[in-house]
């Protein structure tokens, strides 16, 4: 079987990112620890080496002090990720990227990777139903294609070989299965063993600096897997703009991610694709108890029922555009102790424990939060969320407005901790579980300059506060004022200036009289 896997690698001719290549996860790829294939299968070109695309490097896992959350040392194959499974991994040089160097970075294509092209992520609301109808194909196509270049893990380490010791627990995966399983993956709990409660206090992708930075990979390997799947590098993700107020899910259309079914509030249409598609880690009680870890297997349909949590009023709205503009207007990413908890914080805001002013309040959901909450079901479930196509959407929107921060601000790396942060959160972290290994300080950049792609984005302007309309009227009437009485003191000294000529003589001193003329010429000329 393991063959067979590697000969479709082989011939494959775009590879990605992968956790993990299928190529890496034979027992002697995990005795060996290293993970540093050739671009092209031949021996000796580890990582493209020949051509000077990359080599095979020693992985640098961040050891800094994180925050008190994750009480545990040595308890959790996340801890210092990923060395756990593999200590050696390809450093790509220049414009080369991937697993194996045998890929340009995002936005780049070309045989030397220096032929830029455009990726340009746009509103669905403002696209052309030819357009909206190819999105929703390829998100069901990403359903149904296994995966090319990777597999996941099913059990933790300490099992990962098997029961017969030689058999590593790994599965395929579909395109868009696997968006859902890293989610997971870097939001389950830590397993302690047999009989004794799984720890839940850990999160790798929420609650801390890293919820922007982690989102933003997530959905950039998404739409790299897509482009491959459809042979189309110029496709883009679209976002969501659910900052639009009210109760009613613009998005909940059959043309789109699937209106609401006639026959059950809380399931999709029949008439959506959507209806079809089955949700993956579902079954967080076997994975609490048994140490086991989330597979292919798909289970129930996605639940979603729109503003229907009748108990919880304030979920039951969309965010308003107002929100987005406070948000933008907090200067200061992140603060102590970039938790939930967090004051005056960009991140904990856009994250959703802030009011949109900055203000931590414990009832407060707002913005990316209140989002999710609002869509009451699959997607408002952090497990199971991306489960719900809606999730695609709703962070190319949460990542609009965190690249826009950065535009406005420009802050550079230093503004984002370098410890203390929540485990999974310190600046130079490894991100859970993309590979090859990626920081957070290597997302914390301007997209558009950095990482290939661009928003098109029509962002609200501020209303005006009270105050300002008074002050403006104030300066507008005084302005008025000024010209009208500009105005009549030209009318009245031009009309002074007519009245002053009308008095004098038509001939002035200066002019010869014609008495003169006629006594010169009395003088010079004779008399007939």
Not at 201 to 222: A, I, K, Y
Not at 452 to 460: A, C, F, I, L, R
Request: charged share 20%; proline share 7%; aromatic share 10%.
């Amino acid at each position: 079987m393991w063959s067979v896997g590697l000969l479709v690698v082989t011939l494959c001719a775009t590879l990605t990112l992968a956790q993990f290549p299928r190529e890496c996860v034979t027992p002697e790829g995990l005795r060996s620890g290293q993970c540093c294939p050739s671009p092209t299968g031949a021996a000796g070109d580890e990582c493209g080496s020949s051509t000077g695309r990359g080599q095979c490097v020693a992985i640098a896992a961040d050891n800094r002090r994180h925050g008190p959350q994750y009480p545990y040392a040595g308890r959790d194959d996340r801890e210092r990720w990923p060395l756990r499974f593999f200590n050696r991994t390809c450093q790509c040089n220049g414009n080369f990227s991937g697993y194996n160097c045998g890929r340009c970075r995002h936005g780049l294509t070309g045989p030397n990777c220096d032929q830029r092209i455009s990726v340009v992520r746009r509103n669905i609301m403002q696209m052309s139903s030819a357009e909206k109808q190819a999105f929703v194909n390829a998100l069901d196509q990403a359903k149904r294609t296994v995966h090319p270049d990777l597999v996941v893990c099913t059990r933790r380490y300490q099992e990962v070989f098997g029961p017969d010791g030689n058999t590593p627990q790994f599965e395929n995966i579909t395109v868009y299965n696997y968006f859902v399983w890293s989610h997971y993956y870097s939001v389950s709990k830590t397993y302690l063993g047999p009989g004794q409660a799984s720890f839940g206090g850990v999160d790798f992708s929420h609650e801390g600096p890293g919820f922007v930075t982690w989102h933003r990979f997530h959905l950039l390997q998404l739409e790299r897997d897509m482009q491959d799947m459809l042979g189309n590098p110029t496709f883009a993700l679209p976002y969501w703009n659910f900052a639009i107020g009210g109760s009613e899910c613009d998005i909940c259309t059959d043309d789109l991610l699937g209106a609401r079914s006639s026959f059950d509030m809380s399931s999709i249409s029949p008439n959506s694709v959507f209806s079809q598609w089955r949700v993956i880690c579902e079954s967080v009680d076997d994975y609490d108890t048994l140490g086991t870890v989330c597979n292919n297997t798909e289970t129930s349909p996605i639940r979603r029922n729109p503003a229907g949590n009748v108990a919880r009023p304030m979920v039951q709205r969309l965010p308003e555009p107002q929100d987005v503009l406070d948000c933008l207007e907090l200067n200061t990413f992140d603060t102590p102790p970039y938790y939930s908890t967090s004051s005056e914080s960009f991140r904990n805001t856009i994250e959703g424990y802030s009011a949109p002013q900055g203000m931590y309040d414990p009832v407060i959901r707002s913005l990316h939060n209140l989002a999710h909450l609002f869509l009451n079901g699959t997607g408002g479930q952090t497990h199971l969320s991306p489960n719900d196509p809606i999730f695609v959407l709703l962070h190319t929107f949460t990542d609009a407005i965190f690249d826009e921060w950065l535009s406005r601000n420009q802050p550079g790396e230093i503004v984002y901790p370098e410890e203390n942060a929540p485990i999974g959160h310190n600046r130079r972290f490894n991100m859970v579980p993309f590979w090859p290994p990626v920081t957070n300080a290597e997302m914390f950049v301007a997209a558009p300059e950095n990482l290939g792609y661009s928003y098109e984005v029509q962002w609200p302007t501020r209303a005006y506060t009270l105050s300002e309309i008074i002050t403006i009227a104030v300066v507008a009437a005084v302005l008025v004022v000024t010209v009208v009485g500009g105005v009549i003191a030209c009318a009245v000294r031009a009309r002074s200036y007519r009245s002053a000529e009308a008095l004098e003589p038509l001939l002035g001193e200066t002019f010869r009289r014609y008495s003169e003329d006629d006594r010169r010429f009395d003088k010079s000329q004779s008399v007939v």
